[in-house]
């Protein structure tokens, strides 16, 4: 959030961007400020027109980083002094948002638009602007369509507003973030996966890096058979090894051939499939897996729009090449070989 005001005795007008309380009691809050060069220990900072809100600048962080201690008087009231500091503020807009404005400030409704609806933990320095399409509306369909949600909290950081500044990558410094992941989040994503249900993840990295999502060993779900990384893209898996029954030692799954009407034998166990269109990475792994290893892999070469991952009942394990660099195989206890298939 931030926060406009002016310098005690020379009415300085200076902006201090919000970034996290340190102490409730003696009402200490880690902050930027801006012009840095111009805001020293021991000055005091107004915030209103009545000289309520004033804070004292007691730390230096960083070169634009302060402490502040706000000497506002609100009889012991943390509430109170939070609704009232809170009041003053702006929704913390990209600047390229405010310096394109014919007034260089945010408004009422971005406090309220700048959010992610499902927002709860106080902490982060601005908005996952990757869950900001999520309206209530769409919340309420995807609810009316059965479709579960697991929240997780990400408190995005400073490097959002930080620019590369160096040649050289690795003198670059990155910011932390705070991420936490709650034992209900788990045990949903987890449990729709063992009901070979389908997971979304919203969103990117922090550190902008792909996700790394495994490939479950058909044979033991506590086992994978290598890591893929992914980056804008849909990772979908289809095989008969969660959902099926047994008759008289006999495996009855659910993916059915329709040349036959019957569970497909095709050979395969699992067929995950790496594609931007989620749609059609669903269809196209439950196809590949009814047409088996060799009709599947002679399809995948008349098309250049999606990448498979095969489990075969035989042991092995074949990516095709457009993965070769983002596929890592592990066989580390099982008996899986490994090979690349090329065009």
Known sequence: MSLYGTKEKTDAKIEVFLLRELNEEMRLWDVLVEPARKIRIGNKLFFDDVNEMVAEVIDNTTSRGRTLRFLYDEDGQHDVFKRSLFALGEAPLPRYIIDNREVHHATEEDMEDFQCVFAEKEGAVTAPATGLHFSRELMKRMEIRGINS??????????????????????????????????????????????????????????????????????????????????????????????????????????????????????????????????????????????????????????????????????????????????????????????????
């Open 150 to 343: 697991a929240f997780i909290t990400l408190h995005c950081g400073l490097g959002n507003f930080h620019e590369i500044e160096v040649e050289d990558l690795t003198k670059h410094k990155m910011d932390s973030e705070q991420m936490h992941i709650g034992k209900e989040a788990c045990e949903l994503v987890n449990d729709t996966k063992r009901a070979g249900h389908h997971v979304c993840a919203i969103g990117t990295k922090p550190d902008g890096s792909p996700w790394r999502i495994a490939v479950q060993n058909p044979a033991d779900e506590n086992d994978y058979v290598g890591v893929v990384e992914i980056s804008d893209a849909c990772a979908v898996t289809s095989g008969g090894y969660q959902r099926y029954f047994e008759e008289n030692g006999k495996k009855y799954h659910h993916i059915i051939d329709p040349a036959t009407g019957k569970p497909a034998e095709s050979g395969l166990t699992s067929v995950t499939i790496i594609c931007k269109d989620g749609t059609k990475a669903d269809a196209l792994s439950t196809a590949l897996y009814v047409m088996g290893l060799d009709d599947a892999l002679a399809y995948w070469k008349t098309q250049d729009d999606f990448e498979v991952i095969f489990v075969t009942e035989d042991g092995e394990v074949v990516a095709t090449e457009g993965l070769k660099d983002s596929f890592t195989f592990d066989g580390k206890g099982n008996d899986y070989t490994y090979r690349v298939a090329k065009r």
